[in-house]
Every structure is written in C-alpha cells, then in structure tokens.
C-alpha cells in the first residue's frame, strides 16, 4: 500500500463500509492496526464513522474499542444508536465494559445497558460502582467456578466451553462454596493430569487474593513480591467476584502515570488529543494557565521593587532568567524523585522532615558547583568579580530552597489531599522565581558601589 490519498486509511474505511463488505473492512484494519485504525476514525465525520463501526461484526468493532482510550471510545459509542452500540458493548471484556460506560454521559449509558444481555448488563453495572484505581475497577469477571463437591471431568467439561466461546482468552478456574465464598484455586496442569472422576476438594489449591478496594500501590507491590500473573478479587466476606491480571494493572499503572505526567504540565480532567472540541481544549489548559497569569505577576513584582538596581546594573538582567530557571530545574527534579516515591508507597506525607534533610544535602553540593560555574561566566564576561559573587551566591542558595521545596511540597500536597502532580509545579516555579529574583537583586542593592564602575 503506498502514500497515496487514494489509500489514505480513512478513506479506504469509508469506501468498504459503503460497499457494505464486511470481511474486506475487517482485513484492512487488522492490516493497519489499533493506532492506525484509531486515527482513521478520527478523520471521519459522525455519520461516517458510524457506518464504518455498524458494518464491522460486533466483536470487532468491540476489539477496536477496547484499544482506544476510554474517553473517545465513550464519545465514539454515544454517536451510535443504543442497539448499535449494545451489541459492540457486549462483545467487550467486562472491566473494558465498564470503563467505557463509566465514561458516558448517564442517560446513554443506561440506554446501552437496557438493550445488553441481562446477565452482562448486571456485571457492568458492577464494575461501575468502583473507582477506576482500585482492584474492582480493574478486575474481569471473566472466570469458572465450581462447588467442592463438584469431578474433574465437569471442570474439563466446562473448560472446552470457554475455549469455543473465547479461544483467545485465558481461563481462570475457581473453587467456590454455595454462597460464593473463594475456596481455593486450580491448576490447569493438574486438571489435565487427574483421573475425571477425582473430586475438586482433593486437587483444590490454596488461593492468592486480594480486597476488591485495594489500590494501585497495593496491588503493585503484591504482584512484584509474589511474580503473579493474576489475583482472585474478593469483597469483604472472601466472596469471590473477579481476576485482576498483571497486564491490565500494568496499564492502569500507566495511565496515571500519563495522566500525572500531563496534570504537571497544566492539562487537566482527562487524555487531551486534538481532535476534542475546541472549547473543551481550551477550558482545561486555561484552568492551569490562567492561575499561572496570577503567580508569576507576584513573582514578577519583586523586579519592580529594585527597579533601580536593575537600571544601573543592566547585566543583572542576563542572570535572572538564569538563576530561576537552574533553581527550576533542580526543583523539579526533587518533585519527581518525591512523585514518584509517593507512587510507590516508598514514602508517607508525614516523612517532611527527612525528605527535606536528604534533599537539602543534594541541593548544598549541587548548589555551589552550579553557583560557582555561574559566578566563572559572569566574571569572564564582564572582569568583575563581585558581579560573579552576586549571581553565584544568590544560584547556590535558590537551588537549595528550590530543592527544599521540591521534596516536600508534594508530601504536604498529599497530606491535605490535593492532587500534587497539579499544584507542585506551579507552586515551585513561583517561589523559585521569587526568591531567585529577589537574592540576585537584594545582593546586587548591597554590592551596587562594587557593581557600577
């Protein structure tokens, strides 16, 4: 297939769809995959997308959902009719389900849920009742379950089922009281190699488990302890109601990761790609940026106090923007180091005090290498020494308040329960500036008969 807009993929989905030939439509996106597939989509208008999606079988347009971020695809399923996207839901693994119609608007979502198989429909609205960062927001119910009492020969039974109604996913054997309550688990293997007629009692394991509200944090630490590729999820009374697989935490784990990573940078409440509505683009970057405005006209008013200083010693605007981005950068490598401790339950917002006493001792070192460098090249540059004194002094102690912050703002961000991965950066690049412009001019006032020759 060349370049060419003839077969640009968009434009191949629309021309298949219109012909109405299914198994050609289906070819061409396995050919092109779930990224490309995902782009292809966004290029079409509504009522072509909804072609394409209703000429696809249900199972894979489900499978193509299920690889697009949970709140395109919920865009994606709104624009269909209810019976449309019912039958695509249906097909979805359940913790993908759930995800989806979570993120819908609740009418439509319930509009879905009525017209899906009863029993699946059930399930979902399950699932939605979690968080999407706990163990019952990740978990399927996907599973086999079998009283003790129950042979060999019934679970082998069962287990031909499952591979022709879901060859490409892994089964998941489960022992079971009258009740739900989780006895113990199966081993495949085992399963094989026992005479049909032996009870489940007598090959029944004891299960690994995990509390349907556990947290990401939690349930990363136990998977890495234990080198687990799944976990029975049970409720309160030992009830079992899921598996939770390592790959599936693998990707939530990423997620927030992400979605962290982009709440640093001032986009908020969601995955932003641009081929979300303007407006709603432009809300979630000016929640940040629009607080910004207001932060860094305080940071900017400590100029306006040595204005004076500022005039006689024109130079000293060459290192401002210096000394405040350094001390920037070396604060906002301590708020990784502490995002990321947080992350892993490594530390608690009540351990301030030690962060701070670790990083401070980096930010001595660093700070008066980094100050004596900036010290080097303003002395070179203009032959004055105390020049060099004033912004290596005033870069030395900024990195040190700057690495100060950096370390324990996010713990005391997560102590009152503020998201610190939204609040840290704008915080620390204020004080930065701050404090960064305030010593080069505060010291440059103190040394001005030196400075003006």
């Not at 995800?99 to 699932?127: F, N, S, T, V, Y």
């Not at 049970?234 to 990707?251: F, M, P």
């Not at 790609?273 to 940071?299: D, E, G, Y």
């Not at 950066?425 to 020759?453: E, H, N, R, Y």
Request: charged share 20%.
């Amino acid at each position: 297939m060349t370049d060419s807009p003839r077969f640009e993929p968009w434009k191949m989905l629309t021309y298949y769809a219109k012909a109405g030939e299914r198994s050609e439509l289906e070819a061409f996106v396995l050919a092109i995959g779930p990224s490309e597939t995902f782009r292809a989509l966004l290029r079409l208008d509504p009522a072509q997308r909804q072609l394409v999606l209703t000429t696809l079988s249900p199972t894979e347009a489900a499978e193509i959902m299920e690889e697009i971020p949970g709140e395109h695809a919920a865009g994606f399923m709104e624009q269909l009719s209810a019976g449309d996207a019912a039958s695509i839901v249906d097909a979805m693994e359940s913790a993908e389900q759930a995800d989806l119609l979570a993120g819908m608007h609740k009418k439509e979502a319930e509009a879905i849920l009525a017209r899906m198989d009863p029993q699946r429909a059930a399930d979902a609205r399950e699932l939605i009742r979690y968080p999407p960062d706990v163990a019952g927001g990740l978990m399927v119910t996907e599973f086999l379950a079998y009283p003790e009492t129950a042979l060999v020969r019934d679970v082998l039974d069962g287990l031909s089922e499952w591979v022709e109604k879901r060859p490409d996913e892994e089964a998941h054997v489960y022992v079971v009281s009258a009740s739900g309550i989780l006895i113990g688990g199966l081993d495949l293997a085992g399963l094989v190699l026992s005479r049909r007629t032996v009870p489940l009692s007598e090959i029944v394991r004891r299960p690994r488990f995990v509390s349907v509200n556990a947290t990401l944090d939690e349930l990363d630490n136990l998977f890495e302890c234990h080198q687990l590729a799944f976990v029975a999820v049970v409720d309160e009374r030992q009830k079992l109601l899921g598996i939770l697989r390592r790959d599936d935490l693998n990707q939530a784990l990423q997620e927030r990761a992400d979605a962290d990573y982009l709440k640093s940078q001032g986009i908020v409440g969601g995955d932003e790609i641009r081929a979300l509505p303007v407006l709603t683009r432009s809300r979630r970057r000016l929640s940040w940026l629009s607080l910004n405005i207001f932060l860094n006209i305080i940071a900017a008013s400590v100029i306006a106090l040595y204005e004076d200083t500022l005039s006689a010693v024109i130079a000293l605007a060459v290192f401002l923007p210096i000394v405040s981005d350094m001390s920037g950068c070396s604060g906002n490598q301590a708020v990784a180091v502490s995002m990321r401790e947080l992350s892993l339950g490594i530390v608690k917002p009540y351990e301030v005090a030690r962060v701070w006493l670790q990083e401070i001792s980096v930010g001595l070192i660093n700070g008066v290498v980094l100050g004596f460098l900036i010290a080097a090249a303003a002395w070179l540059w203009k032959g004055n020494i105390y020049l060099g004194l004033v912004v290596g002094c005033a870069l030395a102690v900024n990195t040190m308040i700057a690495v100060s912050l950096g370390g324990a703002v996010p713990l005391v961000l997560k102590h009152f329960k503020i998201d610190p991965a939204v609040a840290s950066g704008p915080i620390l690049t204020t004080v930065t500036d701050m404090c960064g412009f305030f010593l080069v001019l505060a010291l440059a006032t103190l040394m001005l008969p030196k400075l003006v020759v």
